[in-house]
């Protein structure tokens, strides 16, 4: 790649709880954007920064001004402003828009502490993940694009539990107890930030299939929601741009077991803003028959027929392939390499 000397950095939010699906998208994201193999920054091992040849992914938990102890002893949830340096954060991110390198903290998620800080040097693009990239307003100002991952209650508790108890063998009560504990704050704190969002990516139970519904949680509705008016970022659409759209793509073209697929296409309002609304409930029986669906989908971004289902294809391991989690963060990921491109090309 080639750098111009006057270049900034282009800086994208990514918003969302833990265990949302930030680290997978951010995956997702990096791979769209090309360039090898993602490795930790520095020297140590528990560095929270990925780093690819045109991307820098920065996690906002290094930004922490109370550690977990300190948390414990103010009563402070790590969800809670107080617990984060937001004038730092600031400083550091309008330095590294500005093309200046900084020494960022790094917090340590094994010790529950702050480690030596690491050097982070500008990239093209810089992503800031985690609770509150959009909290405060001076560093949601210095954002190219502000993303929100919004799971829904129910599929929040569902992937929880699939992860805490099978692999970290955590009860059910643990579980339903810890999440109630974040509620307020996240309510307060992590939710409002949504407002700001350009693009939010929903993920609702399936209303595919009727009355108690899907108990494993494994069948999801998603909604690809893209505010309209933000430069150099066009909404994504299905058939015909500014209709409402109702498809069921299977049948001869495309296999469905139950309970289907069903993509819709519509407008709204959102928070006061008007929206186009790209949603997708079911999951894809055999992903290289995507190919099909992406045909019908306009405004990509891709270079090439078919990118869309590349991505998803290659990375077919990752969770949520089989739905509208993987296919709408590969088309954000497109979507922010298309921002990145066309910012650089008015330079
Ligand atoms: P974060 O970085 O926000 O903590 P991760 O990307 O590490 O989240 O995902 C946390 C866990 O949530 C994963 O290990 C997986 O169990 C579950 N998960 C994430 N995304 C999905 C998805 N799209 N479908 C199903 N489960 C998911
Ligand atoms: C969230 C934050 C982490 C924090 C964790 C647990 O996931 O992103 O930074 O470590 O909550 O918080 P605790 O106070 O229990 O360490």
Not at 177 to 206: H, M, N
Request: charged letters at 25%; a negative charge.
């Amino acid at each position: 790649t080639i750098r111009v000397s006057c270049s900034k950095t282009v800086v994208i939010g990514v918003a969302a709880d833990s265990g949302c699906g930030k680290s997978t998208f951010m995956r997702r994201l990096t791979s769209v954007l090309g360039g090898g193999a993602e490795s930790p920054r520095g020297g140590n091992p528990n560095s929270n920064t990925l780093v690819s040849d045109t991307a820098t992914v920065i996690c906002l938990d290094d930004y922490h001004s109370l550690d977990r102890a300190g948390r414990k002893a103010k009563g402070v949830t790590a969800l809670d402003p107080r617990a984060h340096d937001f004038d730092l954060m600031y400083e550091q991110v309008r330095a590294i828009k500005e093309g200046r390198a900084v020494e960022k903290p790094v917090y340590n998620h094994v010790t529950g502490r702050l480690d030596p800080p690491e050097l982070i040097t500008p990239p093209e693009i810089l992503v800031i993940k985690g609770l509150h990239p959009m909290y405060d307003e001076r560093v949601r100002d210095l954002l190219d694009l502000s993303i929100y991952l919004d799971i829904s209650n129910e599929v929040k508790f569902k992937w929880k539990v699939q992860r805490d108890m099978a692999e970290r063998g955590h009860s059910l009560e643990n579980i339903r107890a810890s999440i109630e504990a974040r509620k307020p704050d996240f309510d307060a704190y992590i939710e409002p930030q949504k407002q700001y969002a350009d693009a939010v990516i929903e993920v609702l139970p399936t209303q595919l299939i009727p009355g108690p519904g899907d108990d494993e949680g494994k069948v999801l509705r998603v909604k690809l929601i893209m505010k309209e008016g933000v430069e150099h970022f066009a909404p994504v659409y299905l058939f015909d741009e500014g209709s409402t759209v109702n498809w069921i793509p299977c049948g001869r073209k495309l296999s469905c077991s139950y309970p289907g697929i069903r993509f819709a296409y519509g407008f709204g309002t959102y928070f006061g803003h008007e929206v186009s609304v790209v949603e997708m409930d079911g999951q894809f029986d055999k992903l290289d028959e995507l190919i099909y669906v992406e045909t019908h989908l306009s405004n990509l971004s891709t270079k090439f027929y078919g990118e869309v289902a590349q991505q998803m294809l290659k990375h077919a391991d990752f969770p949520g392939s089989s739905n509208g989690t993987g296919l709408f963060q590969t088309i954000v990921g497109l979507k922010i390499r298309d921002l990145y491109e066309q910012i650089v090309a008015r330079r």
